[in-house]
Antibody
Framework: QVQLQESGPGLVNPSQTLSLTCTFSGGSISSADYYWSWVRQHPEKGLEWLGYISYSGSTHYNPSLKSRVTISADTSKNQFSLMLRSVTAADTAMYYC???????????WGQGTLVTVSS | DVVMTQSPLSLPVTLGQSASISCRSSQSLVYSDGNSYLNWFQQRPGQAPRRLIYKASNRDSGVPDRFSGSGSGTDFTLKISRVEAEDVGVYYCMQGTHWPPITFGQGTRLEIK
């Protein structure tokens, strides 16, 4: 059974870089035809897709964050990561990692990790 | 980007009654392979979202058959028959046909009257 687990600091200073890791179990991160996404949810708000890294290593980001976000993968550890630079209070949110096939895009979610941007 | 519009945004329902949520997309979600890549997710209070329906009408494993999805093109519906207390939460539609980016509806909050 697929399981995803986010990890990383729960508190980040303004202007710094938010870094989160998602560890995948129940399969291989290198499996063909899968996409590994990050999604965030501001408090009491809806869902915002941040970007993905594919099984082939290609990436694509939400244009609203494109210049600040990087998603990478470490296949040896079955992990993929999110970096969001120059954060502000507006980046305070629950961050989820998710996996999906090439058609369905999001099939399963991690439990999420709350990140607060504050000094 | 494809805009997903859900209605209603708030849905009070009596236990045992049916509930219906509409999701409309700003473009047809029919992909070149004939599928509509429209997912429905349920987010219970304090939990991560979980997928209920994929490709508009396919129920995920373990999802009660009280949940059903329908629609094509730009109009989609999630129906919950015989609403139970455990169905309380926020429901989101999501399109994956015209991506990136993936886009979500605003969410519909289901509550028990």
């Amino acid at each position: 059974q697929v399981q995803l687990q986010e990890s990383g600091p729960g508190l980040v200073n303004p202007s710094q870089t938010l870094s989160l890791t998602c560890t995948f179990s129940g399969g291989s991160i290198s499996s063909a035809d899968y996409y590994w996404s990050w999604v965030r949810q501001h408090p009491e708000k809806g869902l915002e897709w941040l970007g993905y890294i594919s099984y082939s290593g290609s990436t694509h980001y939400n244009p609203s964050l494109k210049s600040r976000v990087t998603i990478s993968a470490d296949t040896s550890k079955n992990q993929f990561s999110l970096m969001l630079r120059s954060v502000t209070a507006a980046d305070t949110a629950m961050y989820y990692c998710a996996i999906g096939g090439s058609g369905t895009k999001i099939d399963s979610w991690g439990q999420g990790t709350l990140v607060t941007v504050s000094s | 980007d494809v805009v997903m519009t859900q209605s209603p945004l708030s849905l009070p329902v009596t236990l045992g009654q049916s509930a219906s949520i509409s999701c409309r997309s700003s473009q047809s979600l029919v992909y070149s392979d004939g599928n509509s890549y429209l997912n429905w997710f349920q987010q219970r209070p304090g939990q991560a979202p979980r997928r209920l329906i994929y490709k508009a009408s396919n129920r995920d494993s373990g999802v009660p058959d009280r949940f059903s999805g329908s629609g094509s093109g730009t109009d989609f519906t999630l129906k919950i028959s015989r609403v139970e207390a455990e169905d309380v939460g926020v429901y989101y539609c999501m399109q994956g046909t015209h991506w990136p980016p993936i886009t979500f509806g605003q969410g519909t909050r289901l509550e028990i009257k």
